[in-house]
C-alpha cells in the first residue's frame, strides 16, 4: 500500500511541479485552453517556410529525428527545456492559396535524469519512454511544452499564428 501511494505522488509529480514563468506574459495570455497545435500562415512558399522552420529549430539546439522537405515534414529529437521537462516537435508545411501553412505539434516527456530518479525512488521505469502530447489546456509538463512550443513558433517568420485544438 506504501508503495502505491508513493507511486501515485510520484506521478503526480510527473505532470505537476513546473512552471510556465518562463513563458512570455504576451505570449501565454494569447493560447486557449484548449490548444492543442500552431498554425503559422506565411505569404512565402512552402519551401521557404519549411527552411525557416528548419534553420529557427536548429538554433534552438534541436536535433533532427526526421525530415523530408519534399513531403514538408519535420520531427525533432526530444530536446531538455528544463523543469525536468522534454520536448519533442512535429512539423508539417504545405502550400495554400495564398503562400504556405505550417502546423506545429508538440510532444513532452521526463528527462531522463528525472526519470532515473523517479525509477530510484519507486523501482519502476517511469521516465523517458514515452511521450504525451503538449497542450495548454492541461496543467504541469503538458503546459510547459506547450508554451515552449508557442515561445519557438512565435520567432519563426510568419504573418498570422493562430493556435488551435485538432
Excluded at 134 to 156: C, H, M, Q, T, Y
Amino acid at each position: 500500500m506504501f508503495k502505491r501511494t508513493l507511486i501515485f505522488l510520484l506521478l503526480t509529480m510527473i505532470v505537476s511541479c513546473v512552471s510556465t514563468k518562463n513563458i512570455p506574459t504576451n505570449i501565454s495570455s494569447e493560447i486557449p485552453d484548449d490548444a492543442n497545435a500552431i498554425k503559422l500562415y506565411s505569404d512565402n512558399s512552402a519551401s521557404k517556410l519549411y527552411s525557416d522552420i528548419y534553420k529557427s529549430l536548429a538554433q534552438k539546439g534541436f536535433s533532427f529525428a526526421q525530415e523530408n522537405k519534399d513531403m514538408g515534414t519535420i520531427s525533432t529529437d526530444f530536446k531538455d527545456i528544463e523543469q525536468g521537462t522534454t520536448l519533442k516537435i512535429n512539423v508539417f508545411v504545405e502550400e495554400s492559396d495564398d503562400g504556405s501553412i505550417a502546423t506545429l505539434r508538440g510532444a513532452w516527456g521526463v528527462t531522463s535524469s528525472f526519470g532515473a530518479g523517479l525509477t530510484a525512488a519507486t523501482g519502476s521505469s517511469l521516465g523517458g519512454t514515452s511521450a504525451e502530447e503538449a497542450n495548454w489546456g492541461k496543467s504541469g509538463r503538458p503546459k510547459v511544452a506547450f508554451g515552449e512550443l508557442a515561445v519557438i513558433a512565435n520567432d519563426i517568420n510568419h504573418k498570422r499564428l493562430e493556435y488551435v485544438s485538432e
